[in-house]
């Protein structure tokens, strides 16, 4: 599936390029609705069905549906928003050739449904659900239901829910998805999404120069670097992590899983009091005692240290703080996770002034995010806005994480199971961007690869999951990865 995410607006502008190449809209609502009716006859065997279609191109995509569907023998049953009157251009067209019956938009449309299809609104609804529409998609309940493009009701640009939206079985977009399609909540609403290919050839991407992908390994996987012959283990990369005194937890998690990712060495620095629990927990690691901050940047000083992670049980103090601006200061890619970031909660702009220059990747959660940036707005604009003010990639965490870089580009990350709802899992995140930046990935990509990987990882584990088993199922999946690409 391609990585691309078109905004609504983008998708419009696909479709504009599309006809001006020569393949004329009718043709494109046609193939769209085609589409759609062969999902459905893959799917379910003929059984009566209703089709929902709205005043806009949607309720075209659907009369068409409805023709071919009836034509291949289903019971189908019309019911349009409105009067045909107000249907423009392509979708006039396709309602004119719908011959069947077509009755008002009500709750009564699917009382005898056995599926419906819901081509009431597309992903550019600005405004609420309300009035008959509302009633009839609330009276879907628990039918299989059909989307075409999202459903009705998701904001095709945040996955907002606009008063009311049915929970699809599939749902069918086309060219590209939109990044409503893997953002919370309208995700949810999504059931198996499906992407058709209805004409739109891919050259017109490099007229509309998408910014937004979903974090897919399509996306990074070219930048991974593989072990290769005559490998050693600072060519591989060595990771350095600042490891706290007392939740020493953290900083083990973070090492084993840079260790897992690739990293050829790591090393946690600490003061003396705690070497002792380090180096009874860690096997792989180097365990340093350094008797401060300044330490800290010395030890980073030596050409051969690749990478520097601040942050994972540090506690909120100023040795922090210092700590963070440190790593920084050496020039080495770094990450700033937990602490790290909280520790400048009332001198953001002294964060982001030392991130200046330095390739740098913050991993907050949205309590961490309130502390530093704006939280307003929709998720993928305000990760954007972080990235663009600090000037570091941002990888904003969630269900539906957002990973954003200061020069514009986004990806959303889908594959994070409920199982990642554990402590410590976001140390180990933290680790695999560290590990990925010691290797030579650039920050964007490493966020967007230690994301995915970590998706995946506790996917492959499943219920019971805790945050130590998450590194140890990495190679797992970069077994797979490696496959993939041959």
Known sequence: MAVELLTVEEMSRADALAIAGGTPGVELMEAAGRAVADRICVRWASRPTSVLCGPGNNGGDGFVIARLLAGRGWPVRVALLGGRDRLKGDARIHADRWTGPVEAMSAGAVADAELVVDAVFGAGLVRDVDGEARAAIEAIGDRPCVAVDVPSGVDGNTGEIRGVAPRAAVTVTFFRRKPGHLLDPGRFSMGDVHVADIGIPDSVLDEIGPAAFANEPGLWSGALRWPRPGDHKYSRGHAVIAGGSEMTGAARLAAR???????????VLCREEARAIYAAGLVGPLVVAVDGPEAFAGYLEDPRRSAALTGPGAGVSEETRELALHALSAGKPTVLDADALTAFADAPETLFAAIEGTPAVLTPHEGEFARLFEAEGDKPSRVRRA???SGATVLLKGTDTVIAAPDGR?????????????????DVLAGLAVGLLAQGLPPFEAASAAAWVHGEAAAAFGPGLIAEDLPDLVPGVLRELKRRAG
């Open 410 to 426: 986004v990806a959303i990350n889908a594959n994070a199971p409920p199982d990642l709802a554990t402590a410590g899992a976001g």
């Open 257 to 267: 899983a840079a260790m897992r990712i690739g990293a050829g060495m790591v090393s």
């Open 387 to 389: 990235a663009a003010q």
